[in-house]
């Protein structure tokens, strides 16, 4: 079973910066697909930020420019460096993955952008 452990989430202001941490334990892929997602109040959930399959890099187009997605630990590790951060930005982040044909989100963790 695949268990994913999120971290970082918080109040930052306008303008300011965050990092989000999401590790992955029982997956013995390399590399999988993996990345973040965004639930905002009243909205469906959308992606922001992941590792497709062959490595390439998907990246929304309303943060493109301000947030990045990096991994490490043979890639069951991701973080997503949030910049430049708008209060439209605030969500429940999701962490997800995609291994053996499944998919395993994590809990998720609340960024607030609020001055």
């Known amino acids: 079973q695949v268990r994913l452990v999120e971290s970082g989430g918080g109040l930052v202001q306008p303008g300011g910066s965050l990092t989000l941490s999401c590790a992955a334990s029982?997956?013995?892929?390399?590399?999988?697909?993996m990345g973040w997602y965004r639930q905002l109040p009243g909205k469906e959930r959308e992606l922001v930020a992941i590792?497709?399959?062959?490595?390439?890099?998907i990246v929304a187009n309303s943060v493109k420019g301000r947030f990045s997605i990096s991994r490490e630990n043979a890639g069951n590790t991701v973080h997503l460096q949030m910049n430049n951060v708008e209060p439209e930005d605030t969500a429940v982040y999701y962490c997800?993955?995609?291994?053996?044909?499944?998919?395993?989100w994590g809990q998720g963790t609340q960024v607030t952008v609020s001055s």
């Open positions: 029982g997956s013995a892929s390399t590399n999988p697909q």
């Open positions: 590792f497709h399959v062959g490595g390439a890099t």
């Open positions: 997800y993955i995609y291994v053996d044909g499944r998919t395993f």
